[in-house]
C-alpha cells in the first residue's frame, strides 16, 4: 500500500461541523452531545424511579401514619419503578449514555460510523419515555402488573391500568427496542470497523469490551422482549390467544381460549436474564478502568477479564428459566438451569479476584470515584452469593417471593450498577466537564449511599428468612411473622428517605462544579487511555483535532519500571516515553 | 490478523503500531455491510422466537390445523424472481454494466407484487370466516406473514432511495454498496420466507 501521511488520512473535513444552537444541542449528531442527552434523560426518569420507591417505602414502614398511597398506586408504583430502573435508567445510561460517551474516544475515532442514526437512536428513547410517562396521564393510571407483565393478570380487570396502562406500556417497550437496536448496531459496529491505527481488540479498554458484548447481548435479546410485546398486543387489542387461557373475568368468560401464559414467561426472562448482563457487562468494563486507573496498576488478567465478559454474555442465554422455578417445570430442566446458573458464577469470580488483586499492591489513590468502585465490590460480592443462594431450586422455592429476593437483585443490580455509574460519573467529570468536582462533597454522598444501601438491604434479607413476601401492600395479621418485623420495616425505610434524600448532594456536587469548580487538566488522574488525551477539554466534534491518535500499547501502562511518569498513553511512542536517568 | 489470533494476543508484552499504516476493521467491510449482518442475526432471532412459539402453541388441545392456502406457492415464486433480478443486478453492477436500472427496478416490482399477491391470500382466508381470532394457527398466520411483509416494506423503502438515486444519474460506483446490501437482505427475506412457509405448513 502506498504511505498516506498522517495528515493526509484525516476525515476531519467530512464531517459537517453544526453552526447553529440547534444543531449543536438539539438535533445532535455529535456522540458526545448524544450521550449527555441520553444519559440526562436516564437520570430524570431514574428520580422519577426513585420518588416512586420512597412512596412504597414510606407505606411500607409507617403504614399507619402515611396515607400517600392505596394498594392499587402500590402495585402500579412498584411496576413502574421496576420498569424505568432496569429499562430506561440503567440500560439507557450504560449504554445509551456511556456507551455514547466513551466508545469513540476511547477507540480513537471521531465519532459513530452512523451518526444520523445515533441521533435518530435518541429521539426514539425519548418517545419512549414520553409514553410511558403518559401513561400516569391516563385514565386507570399506569399498568401495576409487575415489571415482568405477566399474563394474563397484567390485562384483568382487578389489576390496575389494566386497559390503557398496559398497553401504553406495550408500545413504549417496542419503541424502546427499535431505540436500542438503532443505537446498538452503531456501538458495534463503531467497534469493529473504526478503531484508530494500532488499536488491536487486545488493546481495548475494557470500558469498551464491557459495552460491547452488552450491546450484542441486547441486539440478541430485546428481540425476545419484542416478540412478547407484539403478541401480548395481539392479544389485549385483537383478542387472539397467543397468552390467554380460557378465563373467567368478573363472571365473564372472556372470548380467549387455551394460550400459554407460561410461553410468555419463557420468553420474557430469556429477554430478562440477559438484561441483566446488559447492565452488569458495562459497569464490570467501567469499573476495572477506575480500579485501574487510581490503584495506578495494569489491570491483573486482562485477557481473562475480556474472556470472563464474553463467557459472562455466551452463558446468559441459557440461565433464563431459574426466573421460573416457581412456574413448575420438568426437574430435569430445573437441575440444568440451576447448572448453568451456578456456572456463571466462575467468570464472575473471576472478575470479582482480579479486581482485588488489581489493587493488590497498588499505589491506591483514594479519590471519590475510587471509594464507589471499590464500595462495588463489596456490594457486588453480597449480592452475587446471594445469587448462589438462589440459583438453587430448592433454596429458590420458599425464598422466592420474599424479601431476600428483593434484597438480593437491589444488591447485585441495582445498588452494584448504580455505584459504578457514581464512579464514573465522578472519575470522568472533569473530561466531560472540564471542572473538577467537589471531592468532600462526593466521598460524604458515597458513605452516606454506600452505608445507607446496605442499612436498606441487609435487613431485607432477615425479612426474607422470616418469610415476609414481597409485593405485599401491607402485612397484615399473620402468625409466623413477628411483630418486629414491622419494626426492622420502619428502619429500613428510615433509611431508604436518608439515601434517596442525599443523592440531591450528587446533583448539588455537579451542578455548582460545572461554574465554580477547580478548572480541570486534559489528564488530571494520570490515566493511560485514549479519551484522557485529547487535545481539548471537554473534547470538541471531531474529538481529535486534525490528526486522529495512534496506538502503541494497551490501555493499561501503569508504573511501568523504568518510566519516569507513572503511567504511559496509549498513543505515546516508545521512543518518546521519558525514561528514568540511569547510569549504565 | 485472524479474530482468534487477535483475541488471544498479549498486548502487554509488545509496544509499538500493530498493523499498516491505516486504521483497519476487525472484517475487511465497509461498516454498513457490518451492521447489516448483525441486524439480520436480530431480526432472524424474531422471526426464530416467533417460530419456537408457534411449536409451543400448536401442542396445546386447542389448536386447529389449518391447511395454507396453494397460493402461497405462486407468492413464493414471485419472491424468488425478485430475489434472483436482485442478484442480477449485483452482479451487472459489480461487472460495471450500464444496464442495471431496469433490473434493480423489476426487483423491487416483483416484491411489491409479492406484497400484494400476500393480501390477496389474506383477503381469501377472511372470505373464508378465518380470521385473526379464530384460531391461534390463524393467528400466527396473519403475524408472521405481516411481520415479513413488514421487514420487506423496510426493504423497499431502501430500495426506493436507492432507485431514485439511480435514475437521477447518481455515478453507479455510488450505488455499488447499496445494491449489495439489498441483495444481501433480499436474500435474507426469501429464506425467512420459506422458514414461515415450512412452520406455517407443520400443523
Request: aromatic fraction near 16%; avoid cysteine; charged fraction near 30%.
Given at each position: 500500500m502506498a504511505y498516506v501521511p498522517l495528515a493526509d488520512q484525516?476525515?476531519?473535513?467530512?464531517l459537517h461541523h453544526p453552526h447553529s444552537w440547534v444543531t449543536k444541542?438539539?438535533?445532535?449528531?455529535d456522540h458526545k452531545v448524544i450521550a449527555i442527552q441520553y444519559g440526562g434523560t436516564a437520570i430524570l426518569v431514574g428520580i422519577a424511579a426513585l420518588m416512586l420507591s420512597l412512596l412504597m417505602r414510606m407505606q411500607l414502614g409507617f403504614p399507619e401514619t402515611f396515607d400517600l398511597i392505596d394498594p392499587n398506586a402500590y402495585y402500579q408504583s412498584v411496576t413502574m419503578h421496576g420498569m424505568i430502573m432496569v429499562v430506561y435508567m440503567l440500560t439507557a445510561l450504560l449504554l445509551g449514555g456511556f456507551g455514547n460517551y466513551m466508545v469513540p474516544l476511547m477507540i480513537g475515532a471521531r465519532d459513530m460510523v452512523f451518526p444520523f442514526l445515533n441521533m435518530l437512536s435518541f429521539w426514539f428513547y425519548l418517545a419512549s419515555v414520553l409514553i410511558l410517562m403518559a401513561s400516569f396521564l391516563v385514565g386507570g393510571g399506569p399498568t401495576g402488573a409487575g415489571w415482568t407483565l405477566y399474563p394474563p393478570q397484567a390485562t384483568l380487570a382487578g389489576t390496575p391500568g389494566h386497559d390503557m396502562g398496559i398497553l401504553l406500556m406495550l408500545l413504549s417497550l417496542g419503541v424502546f427496542v427499535v431505540a436500542f437496536t438503532m443505537g446498538g448496531l452503531n456501538y458495534v459496529t463503531t467497534i469493529l470497523q473504526?478503531?484508530?491505527?494500532?488499536?488491536t481488540l487486545m488493546r481495548m479498554p475494557l470500558t469498551v469490551w464491557g459495552i460491547f458484548v452488552a450491546t450484542v447481548l441486547g441486539l440478541f435479546a430485546f428481540p425476545a422482549l419484542l416478540v412478547s410485546v407484539i403478541m401480548m398486543t395481539f392479544d389485549t387489542l385483537l383478542g387472539t390467544s397467543f397468552f390467554m387461557p380460557a378465563i373467567i373475568e368478573s363472571g365473564t368468560a372472556l372470548d380467549h381460549n387455551g394460550g400459554s401464559p407460561v410461553l410468555f414467561q419463557h420468553l420474557f426472562w430469556f429477554f430478562g436474564h440477559p438484561e441483566v448482563y446488559i447492565v452488569a457487562l458495562p459497569a464490570f468494563g467501567l469499573v476495572s478502568d477506575v480500579l485501574s486507573t487510581h490503584a495506578r496498576?495494569?489491570?491483573?488478567g486482562y485477557r481473562m477479564m475480556v474472556w470472563a465478559i464474553i463467557a459472562i454474555g455466551g452463558l446468559s442465554f441459557i440461565v433464563w428459566a431459574h426466573h421460573m422455578y416457581v412456574s413448575g417445570m420438568n426437574p430435569y430442566f430445573g437441575f440444568f438451569f440451576a447448572t448453568t446458573t451456578l456456572i456463571i458464577a466462575v467468570p464472575t469470580a473471576l472478575k470479582v479476584y482480579n479486581w482485588v488483586l488489581t489493587l493488590w499492591e497498588g499505589d491506591i489513590r483514594l479519590n471519590a470515584p475510587m471509594y464507589f468502585a471499590i464500595g462495588f465490590i463489596f456490594t457486588f460480592i453480597h449480592g452475587g452469593l446471594t445469587g448462589l443462594f438462589l440459583g438453587n431450586v430448592v433454596i429458590d422455592l420458599p425464598l422466592s417471593d420474599t424479601y431476600f429476593v428483593v434484597a438480593h437483585f437491589h444488591m447485585v443490580m441495582g445498588v452494584s450498577p448504580v455505584l459504578v455509574i457514581f464512579a464514573s460519573l465522578y472519575h470522568w467529570y472533569p473530561k466531560m466537564s472540564g471542572r473538577m468536582y467537589h471531592e468532600g462533597l462526593a466521598k460524604l454522598h458515597f458513605w452516606i449511599t454506600f452505608l445507607g444501601t446496605y442499612a436498606i438491604y441487609l435487613p431485607m434479607h432477615y425479612l426474607g428468612f422470616l418469610g415476609v413476601p414481597r409485593r405485599y401492600y401491607a402485612l397484615g395479621q399473620t402468625d409466623f411473622i413477628p411483630e418486629s418485623a414491622q419494626d426492622l420495616n420502619a428502619g429500613i425505610t428510615v433509611a431508604a428517605l436518608i439515601v434517596g434524600s442525599a443523592q440531591i448532594l450528587f446533583f448539588i456536587n455537579i451542578l455548582w462544579s460545572l461554574r465554580n469548580g477547580k478548572k480541570a487538566e486534559g489528564n488530571p488522574w494520570g490515566a493511560a487511555s485514549l479519551e484522557w488525551q485529547t487535545p481539548d477539554t471537554p473534547p470538541v466534534h471531531g474529538n481529535w483535532g486534525k490528526e486522529l491518535p495512534t496506538v502503541y500499547r494497551w490501555a493499561y501502562d501503569y508504573s511501568v519500571p523504568g518510566a519516569k511518569e507513572d503511567f504511559i498513553p496509549q498513543n505515546m511512542a516508545d521512543a518518546d516515553v521519558e525514561m528514568e536517568s540511569k547510569s549504565n | 490478523m485472524g479474530l482468534f489470533k487477535q483475541i488471544t494476543d498479549k498486548p502487554w508484552e509488545r509496544t509499538g503500531i500493530i498493523g499498516g499504516l491505516r486504521a483497519e476493521g476487525t472484517f475487511s467491510a465497509p461498516p454498513e455491510k457490518v451492521a447489516l449482518v448483525f441486524f439480520l442475526v436480530a431480526a432472524s432471532i424474531v422471526f426464530s422466537l416467533f417460530g419456537v412459539s408457534y411449536v409451543i402453541r400448536m401442542e396445546l388441545p386447542d389448536w386447529i390445523p389449518v391447511s395454507e392456502p396453494s397460493q402461497l406457492w405462486f407468492n413464493t415464486a414471485l419472491l424468488v424472481i425478485s430475489s434472483f433480478l436482485f442478484q442480477r443486478a449485483k452482479t451487472l453492477i459489480s461487472n460495471g454494466k450500464k444496464i442495471v436500472t431496469s433490473t434493480f427496478a423489476s426487483g423491487g416490482v416483483f416484491a411489491i407484487l409479492f406484497i400484494a399477491a400476500q393480501m390477496v391470500t389474506w383477503q381469501n382466508l377472511q372470505a373464508q370466516g378465518l380470521f385473526m381470532t379464530s384460531n391461534p394457527a390463524n393467528s400466527f398466520y396473519y403475524l408472521l406473514t405481516g411481520l415479513h411483509a413488514l421487514h420487506i416494506l423496510g426493504g423497499l423503502w431502501v430500495w426506493s432511495k436507492s432507485l431514485l438515486r439511480l435514475l437521477s444519474g447518481a455515478a453507479q460506483e455510488d450505488l455499488r454498496l447499496s445494491i449489495e446490501l439489498c441483495t444481501v437482505y433480499w436474500h435474507f427475506l426469501l429464506i425467512v420466507w420459506i422458514a414461515v412457509f415450512a412452520v406455517l405448513s407443520n400443523t
Open positions: 484525516d476525515n476531519e473535513a467530512d444541542y438539539v438535533w445532535s449528531q473504526n478503531r484508530a491505527r494500532g488499536m496498576k495494569n489491570i491483573f | -
